[in-house]
């Protein structure tokens, strides 16, 4: 079985010192560049063309996310694992990004050849801290749907408020909506009342700030 070829990505020379021996004593992985910068990074691994690259996010120049965004926007076949000393929402950017892992620099040897060989066969491993700060967000309630704007009108009221945000005159929407044009006026009045406004302008501002009065394709 060919070796993981694994590029390390990182500015901190003890730690990349740490990752080389690491990765040298495990017959199955070959370390075959580094980097020191995001540029680096990037170049790196677009020439090279590793099975992993592990991916610091505090570097200098363009910083582990941005590095990574760029590296799966050329290479997406590539298996990018976030090795980082940030335990926090980070992780969400990372994979936003195309990172495929992320664990933290504190983990054991074994931890990390695993989540190494993971992301190499393209599977998404996460260290259990970040597993368990991923699992509390999807576990986290969604808000519900915003409710609609100026619940006090009624439905044909809400019709009549869009046309007139677009513009239209009391003759176009009786026209659109299949209404007298007495009918109409009497829903304009209403909803100057129930809005508090005193004219067609006002109600027509009040109705965009709240999202009505798009044109529809």
């Not at 590095?67 to 990372?94: E, H, K, N, W, Y």
């Not at 109409?184 to 100057?192: L, W």
């Not at 067609?200 to 009505?212: D, I, N, P, S, W």
């Amino acid at each position: 079985m060919s070796p993981i070829r694994v590029l390390i990505a990182d500015d901190h020379p003890v730690f990349r010192f740490g990752l080389r021996a690491l990765l040298a004593a495990e017959p199955h992985t070959e370390v075959i560049g580094e980097a020191t910068t995001g540029d680096e990074a990037i170049e790196l691994a677009v020439a090279l063309q590793p099975d992993v690259v592990l991916m610091d996010l505090n570097m200098p120049g363009p910083n582990g996310i941005e590095a990574t965004r760029r590296i799966a926007q050329q290479c997406p076949q590539l298996g990018i694992l976030v090795v980082t000393m940030f335990d926090d929402d980070s992780v969400f950017a990372a994979m936003r990004a195309g990172a495929r892992g992320y664990i933290l620099k504190g983990a054991e040897g074994e931890e990390t050849l695993r989540a190494i060989r993971a992301v190499a066969h393209g599977e998404a491993i996460f260290s259990p801290a970040i597993a368990r700060r991923l699992m509390r967000h999807v576990a986290a309630p969604r808000p519900g749907p915003s409710p609609p704007p100026f619940p006090d009108l009624t439905e044909r009221e809400h019709e009549v408020l869009d046309l007139l945000a677009q513009g239209y005159t009391n003759t176009a929407i009786a026209e659109r909506l299949y209404m007298s044009p007495k009918t109409v006026r009497n829903h304009v009045s209403t909803i100057f009342s129930k809005l508090q406004v005193s004219d067609r302008t006002q109600a027509a501002l009040r109705a965009r700030e709240a999202g009505l009065g798009q044109a529809r394709g």
